[in-house]
């Protein structure tokens, strides 16, 4: 494997080990002008000199001398937490992109689905199913067995088709006239096995350079596809959508029904159900349950809850529901409301109050909120990069959290929970 960099989120899996996205790899790699392959480039890697400077140490991060060595990065890692002799594995069958999050749920018939988002901007939704199928229980034969199950099977990335006018999605937010921003989509087969889908790629080319093959098929590009999760009743998909302010640029998409903003800051969460609420299934439909911001601004919506009952939110980043069904979203959107700092949200999905979005906790100025966990007592969150602002440093931080005083910002995971329910009670 050669290691793994720039882990982002990832998702635990119904055995118990773990999955690390490998996100913004490409920063690494330097020299890639001298070798001028657009498939480099499709990745984000360009340029001579990184900033981080490995290539100067380390041949490896050196295109010049390595060419092919950014192949390695860009995966989903499984990583077994209960063995400490165990090797992590980079599961290529799940494609190579920018992941921020894979996520895995049991399918019906005992095979596994894993949902992925390529976390950049005009990227893809990608879904996996495996061949195999699950073992239960917890002996060692079936977590090998089971650890197997990403390695082959099938992978699919999402088309989404509106179904308004596409007159009536103008860029600016507002609603088509029948009150909603929905439709319909479909998984498009890209590669099995030794199998691909794609014309005039093998399947080696597919799992390598998963972007240009879904270019090639037609997927619809979205605005920073984030976290993906899967309500734990319903088995409808949730995905975090963070933002995209290049849409409708020169040169650039413009509004499309489940991206309908231009110059989008703030995001939107979409929900997607699955045809008979199958995993399996190819066919799905979709809709917008929240276009994020400031709830007072027109090009907001809240599931059609009374927007002067939410909460402000920009560029939903992590996703994940609590044991009554209720959706939490962790925020990243370096400061892009004014006057609002990043938190942790709780909205109900279904039912009266499906779209009352509220702030549960916000983190300091410059911090992003990931990471959250929902258990019935206590609500963990991590605090990355707390200060991270234009124009401070360390010389003049903006932050000094959590210690105070005239001290450095650090990132921390916090613990919250009633004063009453106190941990170990």
Not at 49 to 67: C, G, H, M, N
Not at 193 to 209: I, K, L, N, Q
Not at 240 to 260: F, H, I, Y
Not at 271 to 280: M, S
């Amino acid at each position: 494997m050669l290691g793994t960099l720039n882990n982002c989120a990832g998702g635990v899996t119904p055995w118990g080990t773990i999955l690390s996205g490998e996100e913004n790899f490409n920063q690494y790699f330097g020299n890639a002008d001298a070798l001028a392959d657009p498939r480099l480039t499709r990745y984000g890697i360009t340029g001579t000199a990184t900033t981080r400077k490995w290539e100067r140490f380390d041949k490896r991060f050196d295109l010049a001398q390595e060419p092919n060595e950014a192949n390695r990065f860009g995966y989903v890692v499984e990583i077994d937490p209960t063995d400490p002799e165990s090797t992590p594995v980079k599961h290529t069958a799940l494609g190579r992109f920018k992941h921020e999050c894979a996520n895995v749920r049991v399918a019906g018939d005992g095979r596994v689905v894993a949902y992925s988002g390529d976390d950049e901007r005009f990227e893809y939704v990608y879904k996996f199913v495996s061949t195999g199928k699950v073992r239960r229980g917890d002996s060692k034969a079936a977590r090998r067995h089971n650890m197997t199950l990403l390695d082959d099977g099938t992978l699919y990335v999402a088309r989404f088709t509106g179904d308004s006018p596409p007159a009536e999605i103008d860029g600016s937010g507002t609603l088509p006239s029948d009150g909603r921003f929905d439709g319909r989509g479909e998984w498009i087969p890209l590669v099995s096995g030794t199998r691909s889908f794609v014309p005039g790629m093998t399947a080696e080319e597919v799992y390598v350079f998963t972007r240009l093959a879904a270019d090639k098929v037609g997927a619809t590009r979205m605005d920073r596809p984030e976290d993906i999760q899967t309500h734990p009743r319903t088995g409808v998909v949730y995905l975090a959508l963070s933002n995209n302010v290049d849409r409708g640029k020169e040169g650039k998409e413009g509004a499309t029904e489940p991206n309908p903003r231009v110059a989008n800051k703030h995001g939107q969460v979409l929900e997607l159900a699955e045809r008979g609420g199958d995993a399996l299934a190819l066919t799905f439909t979709w809709n917008l349950m929240l276009v994020c911001g400031d709830p007072a601004s027109p090009d907001t919506y809240f599931a059609g809850y009374d927007k002067t009952r939410v909460s402000p939110i920009s560029s939903p980043d992590n996703v994940a529901f609590d044991r009554h069904g209720n959706l939490w979203i962790s925020s990243d959107s370096g400061g892009a409301l004014n006057g609002y700092n990043d938190g942790l949200y709780a909205v109900p999905v279904s039912g009266a109050q499906r779209g009352r979005l509220q702030a549960f906790l916000t983190v300091p100025r410059g911090a992003e909120t990931c990471g959250p966990v929902i258990g019935e007592r206590v609500v963990t969150v991590c605090v990355q990069h707390p200060g991270e602002v234009d124009g401070a440093s360390a010389d003049n931080p903006v932050s000094h959290w959590p210690d105070g005083g005239d001290s450095q910002p650090r990132p921390a995971v916090v613990a919250v929970w009633r004063e009453h329910h106190r941990i170990g009670a």
